[in-house]
Antibody
Framework: EVQLVESGGGLVQPGGSLRLSCVAS????????MHWVRQAPGKGLVWVSLIKNEGITTNYADSVKGRFTISRDNAKNTVYLQMNGLRAEDTAMYYC??????????WGQGTMVTVSS | QSALTQPASVSGSPGQSISISCTGT?????????AAWYQQHPGKAPKVMIYEVSNRPSGVSNRFSGSKSGNTASLTISGLQAEDEADYYCSSYTTSTSWVFGGGTKLTVL
């Protein structure tokens, strides 16, 4: 079964850090670009970051550039999102997703991040 | 990185057809045939309904169809059913090697 399982969310104070993980199974992980997409409570989907299959090329939304770092370990079928300098506006469900042919074809169930004092 | 523009809400009666528009720019929807549509029910992860403008993944009803003209993509749902009530999002790959989503459209089946 093709699956993405996120973990690492939780409650963190403003300015704090969290590291999200997403473990993939059921497909050739090292062949695909991987992404993080977030959704604030009651709001829409927002693309956050991508990492290409080779693990070197990355890109970020302007709102997180310089604060978030995406990485992957193809040997562990895992993609990470290191989030530093967290702000209240980063509060959201964070989804891991895989793209192929320009479409987010597989999504995880999400992990909730709450930034609050 | 401005969001694609979708209507906030649409509604229709069972059996009717509705369309949802998604307007972008020449840097996203207009640049590639990578417009896609996602359905999201409350508390669930999004599910792709249309990819590459007009292609349906295996298992998605043929009541769902997509098209594109210039910088605007459209999703049409024919023969509306109660289970189609959900939020719908468009997305597109961009010339900045990034992705952009629409703000979402809430579909109500009356």
């Amino acid at each position: 079964e093709v699956q993405l399982v996120e973990s690492g969310g939780g409650l963190v104070q403003p300015g704090g850090s969290l590291r999200l993980s997403c473990v993939a199974s059921g497909f050739s992980f090292s062949s695909y670009w991987m992404h993080w997409v977030r959704q604030a409570p009651g709001k829409g989907l927002v693309w956050v970051s991508l990492i290409k299959n080779e693990g070197i090329t990355t890109n970020y939304a302007d709102s997180v550039k310089g604060r978030f770092t995406i990485s992957r370990d193809n040997a562990k079928n895992t993609v990470y999102l290191q989030m530093n300098g967290l702000r209240a506006e980063d509060t959201a469900m964070y989804y891991c997703a895989k793209t192929s042919a320009g479409v987010f074809g597989i999504w995880g169930q999400g992990t909730m991040v709450t930034v609050s004092s | 990185q401005s969001a694609l523009t979708q209507p906030a809400s649409v509604s229709g009666s069972p059996g009717q057809s509705i369309s949802i528009s998604c307007t972008g720019t020449s840097s996203d929807i207009g640049a590639y045939n990578y417009a896609a549509w996602y359905q999201q029910h409350p508390g669930k992860a999004p599910k792709v309904m249309i990819y590459e403008v007009s292609n349906r993944p295996s298992g998605v009803s043929n009541r769902f169809s997509g098209s594109k003209s210039g910088n605007t993509a459209s999703l049409t749902i024919s023969g509306l059913q109660a289970e189609d009530e959900a939020d719908y999002y468009c997305s597109s790959y961009t010339t900045s090697t990034s992705w952009v989503f629409g703000g979402g459209t809430k579909l109500t089946v009356l």
